[in-house]
């Protein structure tokens, strides 16, 4: 398995490289654009989303991920990275943020509230059962998380999650009174759109690998007939100056 890069500006990206390495996966933190080019794929973590942009536009790094991207290169992103690779967010601070871009939807930031409305629910993900086998249902852990309002048509639905009629009301841009109608008890909560993979919830918040490893074959299919390198785990690589001991596992959020 080629080299994962985890954009380390900010937020949960330890909690990623943690679950990469109970996967026997090498994940190396990504500050710089040259450190880029060292990795095959990338992760975006959750976090605070205006301070990891404007960390990354300080750092010069979003012509480098947007040409990551349109290469064609493997990107997850996870709740605030989720929202880096929207085309278009709303409900954004006075002034917005800038996006890399790629994922055709439109993304709604913290949709469900504050800190202290985060919550964990359990998801349908028939698409990533039948992938990775396990449960039909998946833990979703959302700390002030985005939703995905509306998709383009090459977006895939991975996950969705019903939520109170005034509540979507409230947030929804879909003008569309039929639309509207589909669309209003319940918000995306996880896409796929080619190299692109999108999930409003922290699944490196639990001990359930899926959604990485679901993201890793992807990383594969994509390097396929590619020149690539396995890197076992614990190989210096000098990316990382200072080893990193796992977190402990997410279990429950007291509303």
């Keep these: 398995m ?9 937020g949960s990206f330890n909690e990623h490289i943690s679950a990469l390495r109970r996967l026997g996966v090498k994940g190396v933190e990504i500050r710089k654009p040259a450190q880029l080019d060292s990795v095959a794929s990338l992760i975006i973590p959750g976090g605070e989303s ?5 960390l990354a536009e300080y750092h010069n790094l979003f012509p480098a991920l947007r040409e990551f991207v349109k290469m064609g290169k493997p990107v997850w992103g996870t709740c605030a990275g989720l929202i880096f690779l929207a085309n278009k967010a709303v409900g954004q601070k006075t002034g917005g943020q800038e996006l890399v871009g790629g994922l055709d939807c439109t993304v709604h930031r ?7 409305q985060s919550f964990e629910a ?10 990775e086998g396990g449960p039909e249902t998946f833990p979703g852990v ?14 895939q639905v991975l996950a969705d999650y019903p939520v109170p009629s005034d509540v979507l009301d409230s947030n929804s841009t879909i003008e569309s009174p039929e639309e509207k109608i589909q669309s209003e008890k319940k918000v995306i909560v996880a896409v796929r759109q ?7 919830f922290h699944p490196e918040l639990t001990a359930d690998t899926r959604w990485h490893s679901y993201f890793l074959k992807m990383a594969n299919d994509v390097a396929e007939g590619a020149s690539t390198s396995i890197i076992a785990v614990g190989v210096d690589l000098g990316l990382n100056n200072q080893p990193r ?9 007291e509303n």
């Design 2 to 10: 080629a080299l994962v890069g985890v954009l380390a500006l900010q």
């Design 110 to 116: 913290n949709f469900f509230g504050s800190q202290i």
């Design 50 to 54: 205006t301070t990891m942009a404007k």
């Design 122 to 131: 359990e998801l349908a993900v028939p698409e990533l059962a039948s992938k």
């Design 245 to 253: 001991n796992d977190l402990p596992i997410y279990r429950s959020i």
């Design 142 to 155: 959302f700390i002030r998380a985005p939703a995905i309002l509306e998709v383009g048509p090459e977006v």
């Design 194 to 200: 080619g190299n692109l993979l999108g999930t409003a």
